[in-house]
T-cell receptor, first 114, second 116 residues
Framework: GENVEQHPSTLSVQEGDSAVIKCTYS??????FPWYKQELGKGPQLIID?????GEKKDQRIAVTLNKTAKHFSLHITETQPEDSAVYFC?????????????FGAGTRLFVKA | NAGVTQTPKFQVLKTGQSMTLQCAQD?????MSWYRQDPGMGLRLIHY???????DQGEVPNGYNVSRSTTEDFPLRLLSAAPSQTSVYFC???????????????FGQGTRLTVV
C-alpha cells in the first residue's frame, strides 16, 4: 500500500538557523503533498502544500520542494524562531486510489533553541 | 464556524468496555477520516468516508467501526476496548474538489483515550 517515510524523527537547531525535513512517498499517482504543524495538545494544521505540477513553493520563511521523479519532497524553514518548535508531518494524497485518503509520515519533532 | 469538533477530549475505559468517539464538522465537507496517533508512528488512518452512507477501511481498522448517516457526523465506535487502543484519536474532514485531487485536511483537537 501507500507509504510515506519522513526523516529525521528529531531535529534540533539554533535560533536563526535553517531546518530541513525530508519525505519520500511510494505511490507515483499521488498529486498533493501537504505539510502540517502540530503544537502540543492540538490537532495538526496545514502550513504549506504543493501539487505535483509544481516543483517549488515558498511562503515567507517556509518553502517546499518536490522531485516527482525521485518521489521525494522537502520542507525548508529559514531563520528559525522558538515558536517554530513543534511536530511537523508530511503527507501525500490523490490519484486513482482517492484524493480523500491522506497518508502521513511519522513526524519530525523540531526544537529551536533560543 | 466551529470547524471540526471532537468529544470527549479525554476518556479512560476499562478493557472490554465499548464507547463512541464523536466527530462533527460544519464546513459541509464530503470527506471525513479518523486517525490514531501513537509516539513515533505518526498519524495512521483507521476509517474514512467519502460521503453520507459510504465508509471504507484505512490502514488500521481492526477493533473499530464507523458509520456516516449525515454529512456532518462521523462517529468512531470501539466495540470492546483493549489496552492496544490507548492512543490519541483525531478526526479530520476535507472538501471534495475532485475525487482524483488531494485537498487540505482540517483536524479536530483530538481525543486522548486510555484503556486500562
Amino acid at each position: 500500500g501507500e507509504n510515506v517515510e519522513q526523516h529525521p524523527s528529531t531535529l534540533s537547531v539554533q535560533e536563526g538557523d535553517s531546518a530541513v525535513i525530508k519525505c519520500t512517498y511510494s505511490d507515483s499517482a499521488s498529486n498533493y503533498f501537504p505539510w502540517y504543524k502540530q503544537e502540543l495538545g492540538k490537532g495538526p494544521q496545514l502550513i504549506i502544500d504543493i501539487r505535483s505540477n509544481v516543483g517549488e513553493k515558498k511562503d515567507q520563511r517556509i518553502a517546499v520542494t518536490l522531485n516527482k521523479t525521485a518521489k521525494h519532497f522537502s520542507l525548508h524553514i529559514t531563520e528559525t524562531q522558538p515558536e517554530d518548535s513543534a511536530v511537523y508531518f508530511c503527507a501525500a494524497s490523490g490519484g486513482p486510489t482517492g484524493g480523500f485518503k491522506t497518508i502521513f509520515g511519522a513526524g519530525t519533532r523540531l526544537f529551536v533553541k533560543a | 464556524n466551529a470547524g471540526v469538533t471532537q468529544t470527549p477530549k479525554f476518556q479512560v475505559l476499562k478493557t472490554g468496555q465499548s464507547m463512541t468517539l464523536q466527530c462533527a464538522q460544519d464546513m459541509n465537507h464530503e470527506y471525513m477520516s479518523w486517525y490514531r496517533q501513537d509516539p513515533g508512528m505518526g498519524l495512521r488512518l483507521i476509517h474514512y468516508s467519502v460521503g453520507a452512507g459510504i465508509t471504507d477501511q484505512g490502514e488500521v481498522p481492526n477493533g473499530y467501526n464507523v458509520s456516516r448517516s449525515t454529512t456532518e457526523d462521523f462517529p468512531l465506535r470501539l466495540l470492546s476496548a483493549a489496552p492496544s487502543q490507548t492512543s490519541v484519536y483525531f478526526c479530520a474532514s476535507s472538501y471534495s474538489r475532485d475525487s482524483y485531487l488531494g485537498t487540505e485536511a482540517f483536524f479536530g483537537q483530538g481525543t486522548r483515550l486510555t484503556v486500562v
